[in-house]
């Protein structure tokens, strides 16, 4: 954090000063503990809290409930590996080095990540679940976590170095590590952070058997399903994520799942590591499943429908699992005497479509990738029911850790600490605009590289490589994002202020068009597996 941004946050503790004062000597004396939550393409959409009208979170909103829910969240590079080394290090991907899921998913040697600040400064620290990052963990004493990423049955962990198979769903598997630690590995007599990261609910959406009944009904159309991109330009055209042409029947949707390949393996690859039972319970769900359509006499627009209700159904299956076992978490923690000095975080490592323009995944810089779910309960420094619309990003997350534990955060992180922001306020001084930089292209879904900012009412984006295209958005005038109206006279001043706005971030975070062309040239072979550029 630059020094004007440190006095900035200082000031901004002004506002909350009685209670944090009173607060810091407790903080001295007994460091507060913190378990950190994060599901995979959690989508703020669904979850309740956030007024979702697919799905109810009980268990998830009670965090946001008892403590505080931001309504502006983002990140800095919507794709998991990015995040989840932004998240380590409070700093931008184009320094750490993990850029992209598909080759640089290290972070670069030498960069110090909050964990290991916080272990040295007497925390015991622990991770379970997905960890998606070519680095082995460090920082941690205990470490269970799954192979890249993981499978939903029966997953591959690797414990503290050594990997064995265990028999289950991996959600509930993941809470079952989480409270292990907690209840008969760590040390009481010490404050500790429990990093907890599920893999749902990612991409192929496989649910637990326990839940395949849940959303018989079919649930509301996003309003931009039939999206036709007319008001975008090639950027929106040319990706690869589409519900209508880029899911896949078998895996995806599950159709035919009954089915094998001529070389004799299921359809669905996590078919192979099931049981029979776990196996001939989904075959008979998604078997009935089938029976009930007649896809070969829809329309288009029907056959797009149906596509999304699989989906979406699936999707939101997983996410029961989760919220039913944040509410074991809860429910122990309480049992256990350490909800009041235990600082509870529920997030994501980025947003996701849930069919908004047509589309499922996320890397765009459109709002529902951009935007991530956050919430966060602390009794000793946040009331129940607080609502921030501060624009925070997951670049704040580890100076906040820091300095809630005590500690000062390391010079090179670029993110701001929240503890300003615990009271609701937009303390005076914080940021008007976040940055956002996505790098992976060519690459899975084909979404083009592009850059830009995000303002309370606008956003501003550049697409480059093979193209070079800018969009602006009035966000007030067009929540959606339907029309771009950077070349549109009436917004030529917003434009160039916007522009200036740019460049400024890029300096202060050390980013640049150079650095991105640089960046560009070195990832050129590595990208040649792709194939669809190169």
């Given at each position: 954090?630059?020094?004007?941004?440190k006095?900035?946050?200082?000031?901004?503790?002004?506002?909350?000063?009685?209670?944090?004062?009173g607060c810091?000597?407790?903080?001295?004396?007994?460091?507060?503990?913190?378990?950190?939550i994060?599901?995979?393409?959690?989508?703020?959409?669904?979850?309740?809290?956030?007024g979702?009208?697919l799905?109810?979170?009980?268990?998830?909103?009670?965090?946001?409930?008892?403590?505080?829910?931001?309504?502006n969240c983002?990140?800095t590079?919507?794709?998991?590996?990015?995040?989840r080394?932004?998240l380590l290090?409070g700093?931008?991907?184009?320094l750490?080095?993990?850029?992209?899921?598909?080759f640089?998913?290290?972070?670069?040697?030498?960069i110090?990540?909050?964990?290991?600040?916080?272990?040295?400064a007497?925390y015991?620290?622990?991770?379970?679940g997905?960890?998606?990052?070519?680095?082995?963990?460090?920082?941690?004493?205990y470490s269970s976590?799954?192979?890249?990423?993981?499978?939903?049955?029966?997953p591959?962990?690797?414990?503290?170095?050594?990997?064995?198979?265990?028999?289950?769903y991996?959600t509930?598997?993941?809470?079952?590590?989480?409270?292990?630690w907690l209840?008969?590995?760590?040390?009481?007599?010490?404050p500790?952070?429990?990093?907890?990261?599920?893999?749902?609910?990612?991409?192929?959406?496989?649910?637990?058997?326990?839940?395949?009944?849940?959303?018989?009904?079919?649930?509301?159309?996003p309003?931009?399903?039939?999206d036709?991109?007319?008001?975008?330009?090639?950027?929106?055209h040319?990706q690869?994520m589409?519900?209508?042409?880029?899911?896949?029947?078998p895996?995806?949707?599950?159709?035919?799942?009954?089915?094998?390949?001529?070389?004799?393996?299921?359809?669905?690859?996590?078919?192979?590591?099931?049981?029979?039972?776990?196996?001939n319970?989904?075959i008979?769900?998604?078997?009935?499943?089938?029976?009930?359509?007649?896809?070969?006499?829809?329309?288009h627009?029907?056959?797009?429908?149906?596509?999304?209700?699989?989906?979406i159904?699936?999707?939101?299956?997983?996410?029961r699992?989760?919220?039913?076992?944040v509410g074991r978490?809860?429910?122990?923690?309480?049992?256990e005497g350490?909800?009041?000095?235990?600082?509870?975080v529920?997030?994501?490592?980025?947003?996701?479509?849930?069919?908004?323009?047509?589309?499922?995944?996320?890397?765009?810089?459109y709002?529902?990738?951009?935007?991530?779910?956050?919430?966060?309960?602390?009794?000793?420094?946040?009331?129940?029911?607080?609502?921030?619309?501060?624009?925070?990003?997951?670049?704040?997350?580890?100076?906040t850790?820091?300095?809630l534990?005590?500690?000062?955060?390391?010079?090179n992180?670029?993110?701001?600490?929240?503890?300003?922001?615990f009271?609701?306020?937009?303390?005076?001084?914080?940021?008007?605009?976040?940055?956002y930089?996505?790098?992976?292209?060519p690459?899975?879904?084909?979404?083009?590289?592009h850059?830009?900012?995000?303002?309370e009412?606008?956003?501003?984006?550049?697409?480059?490589?093979d193209?070079?295209?800018?969009?602006?958005?009035?966000?007030?005038?067009?929540?959606?994002?339907?029309?771009?109206?950077?070349?549109?006279?009436?917004?030529?001043?917003?434009?160039?202020?916007?522009?200036?706005?740019?460049?400024?971030?890029?300096?202060k975070?050390?980013?640049?068009?150079?650095?991105?062309?640089?960046?560009l040239?070195h990832?050129?072979p590595?990208?040649s597996?792709?194939?669809?550029?190169y």
């Amino acid at each position: 954090m630059d020094t004007s941004n440190k006095i900035i946050a200082l000031l901004g503790l002004s506002v909350i000063a009685p209670s944090f004062t009173g607060c810091k000597s407790e903080h001295k004396s007994r460091q507060p503990n913190i378990i950190y939550i994060m599901s995979d393409d959690h989508a703020y959409q669904a979850i309740s809290a956030y007024g979702s009208r697919l799905i109810q979170t009980p268990n998830i909103d009670r965090i946001g409930n008892e403590g505080i829910r931001y309504t502006n969240c983002f990140v800095t590079n919507s794709l998991s590996s990015p995040s989840r080394a932004v998240l380590l290090t409070g700093m931008y991907s184009h320094l750490t080095g993990a850029r992209d899921n598909s080759f640089s998913m290290r972070i670069d040697s030498g960069i110090t990540m909050f964990p290991m600040m916080l272990q040295k400064a007497g925390y015991q620290t622990a991770i379970v679940g997905k960890w998606h990052l070519l680095n082995n963990p460090l920082g941690f004493d205990y470490s269970s976590i799954l192979i890249d990423q993981g499978q939903y049955y029966n997953p591959d962990f690797v414990t503290n170095g050594n990997t064995a198979r265990v028999h289950g769903y991996a959600t509930d598997i993941i809470m079952d590590k989480a409270l292990t630690w907690l209840s008969s590995m760590r040390d009481p007599d010490k404050p500790f952070c429990l990093m907890i990261h599920n893999k749902a609910p990612h991409r192929n959406w496989l649910p637990d058997t326990t839940d395949l009944g849940e959303f018989s009904d079919d649930l509301p159309l996003p309003a931009t399903l039939y999206d036709d991109y007319a008001g975008r330009g090639k950027a929106a055209h040319e990706q690869m994520m589409e519900i209508a042409k880029n899911m896949h029947l078998p895996s995806d949707l599950k159709v035919g799942v009954s089915e094998k390949n001529k070389s004799g393996h299921w359809l669905i690859g996590e078919f192979q590591r099931m049981d029979s039972a776990q196996r001939n319970t989904l075959i008979r769900f998604y078997t009935r499943e089938d029976a009930r359509v007649d896809t070969a006499h829809m329309t288009h627009r029907e056959y797009v429908a149906w596509k999304y209700q699989r989906f979406i159904k699936d999707y939101l299956r997983c996410i029961r699992s989760v919220d039913r076992n944040v509410g074991r978490l809860l429910s122990y923690l309480q049992k256990e005497g350490l909800l009041e000095n235990t600082i509870i975080v529920y997030t994501s490592d980025q947003g996701f479509y849930l069919g908004e323009h047509g589309w499922f995944d996320k890397r765009f810089m459109y709002e529902q990738s951009l935007k991530t779910p956050l919430m966060i309960r602390y009794p000793a420094m946040i009331k129940p029911g607080t609502v921030s619309n501060a624009s925070v990003m997951n670049l704040d997350y580890a100076p906040t850790f820091l300095e809630l534990a005590g500690l000062k955060e390391p010079a090179n992180m670029q993110g701001t600490s929240m503890v300003p922001t615990f009271n609701g306020s937009v303390p005076s001084g914080w940021r008007k605009a976040v940055y956002y930089h996505y790098y992976e292209y060519p690459g899975w879904h084909a979404v083009k590289r592009h850059y830009g900012i995000r303002t309370e009412r606008y956003k501003l984006m550049h697409f480059y490589y093979d193209i070079n295209e800018w969009e602006l958005y009035d966000l007030k005038n067009d929540p959606d994002e339907m029309h771009n109206v950077y070349s549109e006279p009436g917004y030529a001043q917003v434009r160039d202020s916007l522009l200036n706005q740019l460049r400024l971030l890029q300096k202060k975070y050390m980013d640049s068009d150079s650095l991105a062309e640089k960046f560009l040239e070195h990832d050129k072979p590595m990208f040649s597996r792709f194939g669809n550029v190169y």
